[in-house]
């Protein structure tokens, strides 16, 4: 190739020439808006972005909120905790499995000592946790209730002979004098009673709620069964499952077990045969198979 052929291709007419400083001039113009324009204060703003912003120092003062938030605890009874009232509490499985199982055999916790016995908490725990404790009122003046046993002078107990009378013709005020029994737990015994048509057996009592063994013991002190209540004796061979829920100590489960046993078995004869179905001991078979006709 020569110089001559080089030559040839940088020969431009006079409009070629033309067109060509004008791109260079536009190409110069436009260097210079780049480098002197600041172009970042010309922005267009957006509606919702400016809605966002103008909401977001409340998003943050809320999170802030959040972070710090401690949720308050109210007073529960510990005997009542749940799975998930344990595990907020900072319990461990076992040592809400402890209580459960203790809870099964129907029996109370009534301090905060007897809490970290059965459950077996720790110091820091239990600290943590028995300022929230809230026991029954005879519970809290138990330890009154055992100074006034312990007190010297014996002038109570010389005011004359203890009459005993009959649980099943005992009033409301009769039962409020026993030391440990108010209002509500009164009601409750009366409307067990009237839920039983009588009591049968004094172990009862051990049956109603709220009613510690020493307040069971100063029942038994004061009250028997001098004679058994009339009552409309279910036919266990006969009654339906729904007749049979009607009782208090079958709920509908033990119902339909009754009923099954009595159609492959054969008809129920003793209390004895209650304890195959029900798993019950014979002593409490016994008080059952009183409200049942066989």
Do not use: C
């Not at 912003?53 to 710090?68: C, G, H, P, R, V």
């Not at 004679?227 to 119902?255: G, H, T, W």
């Not at 209650?274 to 198979?289: C, H, P, Q, R, V």
């Amino acid at each position: 190739m020569t110089f001559k052929t080089i030559n040839s291709y940088f020969k431009f007419s006079r409009s070629q020439r033309t067109g060509i400083f004008l791109l260079f001039g536009i190409i110069v113009v436009l260097q210079l808006l780049y480098f002197f324009v600041d172009f970042s204060s010309i922005s267009k703003s957006a509606p919702e972005k400016e809605k966002w912003l103008a909401l977001q120092s409340e998003i943050d003062l809320m999170k802030l909120k959040k972070s710090n938030y401690v949720p308050k605890i109210y007073a529960f009874n510990p005997n009542f905790i749940t799975d998930f009232k344990g595990y907020k509490l900072g319990m461990s499985v076992q040592q809400i499995d402890r209580l459960l199982a203790f809870r099964k055999e129907n029996k109370y916790v009534n301090s905060p000592e007897e809490f970290q016995d059965v459950t077996k908490v720790s110091d820091s725990l239990l600290h943590a946790m028995s300022p929230y404790f809230k026991f029954p009122d005879w519970v809290n003046n138990k330890k009154e209730f055992k100074d006034y046993k312990k007190f010297p002078y014996k002038a109570f107990a010389k005011k004359g002979k203890i009459i005993v009378i009959d649980i099943n013709q005992a009033t409301q005020e009769d039962l409020i004098k026993i030391y440990g029994i108010g209002e509500a737990i009164s009601l409750r015994i009366l409307k067990e009673k009237e839920s039983f048509g009588g009591f049968v057996s004094m172990e009862q009592m051990k049956d109603i709620w709220g009613l510690s063994p020493e307040v069971i013991e100063n029942l038994n002190s004061h009250f028997t069964i001098l004679a058994l209540p009339k009552l409309n004796k279910i036919d266990i061979n006969n009654a339906s499952i729904k007749e049979l829920s009607q009782f208090p100590y079958f709920k509908y489960p033990i119902s339909k077990k009754i009923v099954t046993y009595r159609s492959m078995n054969g008809d129920f004869k003793n209390a004895e045969d209650l304890t195959k179905i029900i798993g019950l001991s014979i002593e409490k078979a016994n008080i059952i198979a009183l409200y049942l006709k066989f």
